[in-house]
């Protein structure tokens, strides 16, 4: 079993700043792609940022400029640094992983339980 442990959401006013991390932990053997999605009410899931294994990044639009994803390959997390925080930003945020669990298995993608963020005056 994979987890993923998402942590840091919170309320925050417009022009803001927060730090989302997430931890993946359990039977992992590597992981590929990792990144933050995220949900506002009423709307569909979409793609925030994701970073490959060797480092390509890649952004949302609507967040370039403002957010920066790093991740730590040694330990196994993700983070996301969101600054300018503006009320449309507000969602609750998933991270996602892309794992193997032995070294001759395909990928699977894993999600986290999610974290909200609101940004609100």
């Known amino acids: 079993q994979v987890q993923l442990v998402e942590s840091g959401g919170g309320l925050v006013q417009p022009g803001g700043s927060l730090r989302l991390s997430c931890a993946a932990s359990?039977?992992?053997?590597?992981?590929?792609?990792m990144g933050w999605y995220r949900q506002a009410p009423g709307k569909q899931r979409e793609l925030v940022a994701r970073v490959t294994r060797d480092g390509i990044l890649n952004y949302a639009v609507a967040v370039k400029g403002r957010f920066t994803i790093s991740r730590n390959g040694a330990k196994n997390t993700v983070s996301l640094q969101m600054n300018s925080l503006k009320p449309d930003d507000t969602a609750v945020y998933y991270c996602?992983?892309?794992?193997?669990?032995?070294?001759?298995?395909?990928?699977?993608?894993?999600w986290g339980q999610g974290t909200q963020v609101t940004v609100s005056s």
């Open positions: 359990g039977s992992i053997f590597s992981i590929s792609g």
């Open positions: 996602d992983a892309d794992v193997k669990i032995t070294d001759w298995a395909r990928p699977q993608g894993y």
